[in-house]
T-cell receptor
């Protein structure tokens, strides 16, 4: 089964607007993380939210987590052209240890039009 | 700022050849990972490594693959007898010990493998 599926697959908005991306997952998790990937580059960690948290903020980022619906959302406020990238959610399993691999979704490709 | 470094950035090889991808994780990190991303697709977990041994591996990580930390700084992924479908971007990542569960991963820029 797919773990960590984002929607939409692609999103194009105007600079200054807010961008919202969603992620759904299937298994119990310890935490959920969001990463950003510029084209052809490595992944950069944005924010981590634990299973006992419902909302977290970091700068222009706001993440929510609803464990009853097994879903999360990433909101980027006041978007900038430099926010153009792919955004991935990744889940850490509930039952594992520190070396467990994260399971990534397919990502949302965000384009900010100047 | 400390970073994960990977070499080579791009390797082209013939089908059936062996390749070694190298990574230098962040120096005080204890957990190491390899992921791969086939062009345009999702990032897939291959293997995690802790305390000089494999901690977890995915179904993708079969006998064709092996990992090693030969000298306390490098972390290598060896792919034997490469196949066309091994063409992908391979990412190394490392993590500090933050408790009992997987925390933030720091990724390298990746090694693009092209198998002809």
């Amino acid at each position: 089964s797919q773990q960590g599926e984002e929607d939409p697959q692609a999103l194009s908005i105007q600079e200054g607007e807010n961008a919202t991306m969603n992620c759904s997952y299937k298994t119990s998790i310890n935490n959920l993380q969001w990463y950003r990937q510029n084209s052809g580059r490595g992944l950069v960690h944005l924010i981590l939210i634990r299973s006992n948290e419902r909302e977290k903020h970091s700068g222009r980022l706001r993440v929510t987590l609803d464990t009853s619906k097994k879903s999360s959302s990433l909101l980027i406020t006041a978007s900038r052209a430099a926010d153009t990238a792919s955004y991935f959610c990744a889940t850490a399993p509930k039952s594992g240890g520190g070396a467990d691999g994260l399971t990534f979704g397919k990502g949302t490709h965000l384009i900010i039009q100047p | 700022e400390p970073e994960v470094t990977q070499t080579p950035s791009h390797q082209v090889t013939q089908m059936g050849q062996e390749v070694i991808l190298r990574c230098v994780p962040i120096s005080n990190h204890l957990y190491f990972y390899w992921y791969r991303q086939i062009l345009g697709q999702k990032v897939e977990f291959l293997v995690s490594f802790y305390n000089n041994e494999i901690s977890e591996k995915s179904e993708i990580f079969d006998d064709q693959f092996s990992v090693e930390r030969p000298d306390g700084s490098n972390f290598t992924l060896k792919i034997r007898s490469t196949k066309l479908e091994d063409s992908a971007m391979y990412f190394c990542a490392s993590s500090a010990r933050t408790g009992l569960n997987t925390g933030e991963l720091f990724f390298g820029e990746g090694s693009r493998l092209t198998v002809l």
